[in-house]
């Protein structure tokens, strides 16, 4: 059973998350008051998961983000995010958090996200040991327009830049996370032409939105296509949908603080945060994203 650990100094928010997460009878639930707290309880329940506000008194979320990166690398940390708490939250997902979900939207997005990390987490471990002569890896998918279709190419995917030598352990969850947000924005908004609005209303509602357009000739017989071109000093990603795309110049820049609490920029913070270059074609249904090796000397001994 996967293990959460939840960090907040609120004992109110400690409830509301453990009621959130309660829901999802799968996860097994811990709790920490604060960042100096957190440390001593991950060393006595080493969870799989750890889910941190950014305002603690004393080790703060960005100071629990830095140092778990440091010592405990393998971890991935969501961040729960407040109003005021913008920048420091960017400075967390650029110094190694997986993710983030802000207060105000928690009911609808808490668990998704936790569950969406934790699955990154499980295909990657299952699959690390595998390929481990990869040099080069050249593909191209035309998917169905199925959302259940998405797990199994980020499952391959973690495989392929694990075995590559282009990220390191942290890195590969966080490459994974972005190419997830742009296949998700590519299927619901891009050939499933669904607005940020609607998700952001009534679950039941949208959802039931989802079926119908996937249940349409028009609508659910498109496919994403996808380019993988992976080797130990460059991944390539190019995701293309077959809606009717958008202007990217109308495109609000996520990496402003203000824009943090708006759920539709989420994913494009994502991706261009864990991403080295995040690109869009004049069409508006075709992102390239790319991600460098950081680290030369290992990217030159794993080259062939």
């Known amino acids: 059973m996967p293990t959460v650990l939840v960090v907040d100094d609120a004992a109110v928010d400690r409830k509301l998350i453990g009621g959130l997460l309660g829901k999802a009878t799968e996860l097994q639930v811990h709790f920490a008051t604060d960042g100096t707290d957190a440390l001593a309880r991950i060393e006595e329940v080493w969870p799989d998961l750890i889910l941190t506000d950014l305002v ?5 979320g960005l100071e629990l983000v830095r140092e778990v990166v440091d010592r405990f690398p393998r971890i991935p940390i969501i961040l729960m995010t407040g109003k005021g708490t913008e920048e420091t939250a960017v400075q967390a997902l650029k110094a190694g958090a997986a993710n983030y979900v802000p207060k105000s939207a928690m009911h609808n997005y808490l668990v998704e996200t936790v569950r969406d990390v934790l699955d990154v987490v499980r295909s990657k471990h299952s699959h690390q040991r595998l390929m481990t002569a990869l040099r080069k890896s050249e593909f191209q998918f035309a998917l169905e327009n199925d959302p259940e279709l998405i797990p199994s190419l ?40 669904l607005t940020s609005e609607q998700r952001e209303g009534d679950c039941d509602i949208y959802q039931r939105l989802v079926s119908e357009r996937m249940r349409s000739p028009h609508f659910g017989s498109r496919k994403l296509h996808v380019t993988l071109s992976i080797t130990p000093h460059e991944g390539r990603f190019i995701v293309r949908d077959e809606g009717p795309g958008f202007d990217p110049s109308e495109l609000p820049d996520p990496t402003d603080p203000e824009n943090l609490e708006k759920v539709s920029g989420r994913g494009l913070l994502l991706m ?5 270059d995040v690109s869009f074609n004049a069409t508006g249904n075709q992102v390239t994203m790319v991600k460098r090796c950081s680290a030369e000397p290992a990217c030159a001994e794993a080259a062939p």
């Open 56 to 60: 603690m008194p004393g080790k703060s």
């Open 154 to 193: 980020i499952s391959y995917v973690q495989s392929l830049v694990t075995t590559s030598g282009l990220c390191d352990d942290s890195s590969v969850i966080r490459v994974c996370i972005a190419l997830e947000e742009s296949l998700r924005n590519a299927m619901f908004h891009g050939n499933l032409e």
């Open 272 to 276: 261009r945060t864990f991403m080295d």
